[in-house]
């Protein structure tokens, strides 16, 4: 990196609070917390050694001290917050769901090219190592041709654990908050299918608790991906190509183990590299190389992307029957 961006965080949430002290690890500087209480704000600048706080988001992303924006407020109101933040002039780092539709993510969209600023999902795990490695093989033809990908997000989220994903009004349920790393992960490697195919069972408030999920590519590959809020699961991922195959261990969409197969079953690597806290840093480290080389789009997590993936999550939620409390 070539120039020290300054951080704002848009929320002093729990996961703003995982992402700050991932940022401690990386040395990146939070130079602002915005929150709705300032006392809230208060005691989240007072444990990361933050220097302003604000009462309220404008005030956060109107800070002339603040480059770039992490926004990290429930994803009913990613749209809003993230296009305060670029209407004020500012870098985003938005997190995943981008957004509840692909109407929104297109507003953000032509938001940042008309601002002539940077916005980038929070899709974390592409930027871990072990991700990068993963991909390293890939695009390396050590796979072969790629026929299946088969991942698996399924954790026991019941009201009492977690009680916005039970909320129509939050933009709750399995495929969006859970779904979303299957699908971006499957996306990264097909690309876009030309066949989504979804199902699922709802709540009483229309949100899905378990969703299954076929993408079908007209090259013939396939990928199966599979999302519930009520039900502990394996919460793994397999590569299968030509030439051999990849089985990341649980949970597959954070810093974690990975065995290289080849045609013959037979192991070609065994992946065990450590990090430093969860690994979120890594994303924002490469949001602060992008910017520094003038881009506005990340070429590994492209907002062009992004956009392409809320039309499919579109499609899947009419198919399944998922429906917020800002639809008819």
């Not at 704000?41 to 309220?56: L, S, V």
């Not at 993963?134 to 698996?152: P, T």
């Amino acid at each position: 990196m070539t120039n020290k961006l300054r951080w704002g965080f848009l929320s002093a949430g729990k996961i703003a609070a995982t992402i700050a002290a991932d940022f401690q690890f990386a040395g990146l500087h939070i130079q602002a917390v915005g929150a709705r209480d300032l006392a809230k704000a208060n005691a989240f600048a007072d444990t990361f050694g933050i220097a302003n706080r604000h009462q309220g988001y404008e005030a956060l992303v109107n800070d002339p001290e603040v480059d770039v924006v992490y926004v990290s407020t429930p994803q009913s109101m990613h749209a809003r917050d993230a296009l305060l933040a670029i209407e004020a002039g500012k870098h985003v780092l938005l997190e995943k769901p981008f957004t509840l539709t692909q109407a929104d993510a297109k507003k953000i969209a032509e938001a940042a090219a008309r601002k002539n600023v940077f916005v980038m999902e929070a899709m974390w795990t592409r930027f871990l190592p072990t991700m990068v490695e993963i991909f390293k093989a890939i695009n390396a033809g050590e796979l072969g041709e790629i026929q299946s990908v088969i991942a698996d997000h399924t954790q026991y989220l019941p009201p009492e654990r977690v009680e916005r994903l039970w909320s129509p009004e939050l933009g709750g349920g399995a495929l969006l908050d859970l779904g979303i790393y299957p699908v971006s992960f499957a996306t990264r490697i097909f690309g876009i299918p030309d066949k989504a195919i979804g199902s699922g069972n709802l709540t009483d408030t229309h949100l899905d608790k378990v969703s299954a999920l076929i993408f079908e590519y007209k090259s013939g590959a396939r990928a199966l991906l599979h999302t519930s809020m009520v039900t502990a699961g394996p919460v793994t991922a397999s590569i299968m190509g030509t030439k051999g195959h990849i089985e990341i261990d649980t949970p597959f969409y954070e810093q974690t183990t990975f065995t290289h197969y080849d045609s013959m079953n037979k192991v070609v690597r065994r992946y065990e590299d450590k990090i430093q806290g969860r690994g979120m840093q890594y994303q924002a480290i490469h949001v602060e190389e992008c910017i520094n080389k003038g881009l506005l789009e990340s070429p590994i997590m492209s907002l062009k992307e992004t956009v392409a993936i809320m039309g499919v999550m579109d499609d899947l939620r009419k198919q399944i029957g998922i429906k917020f409390s800002t639809e008819s």
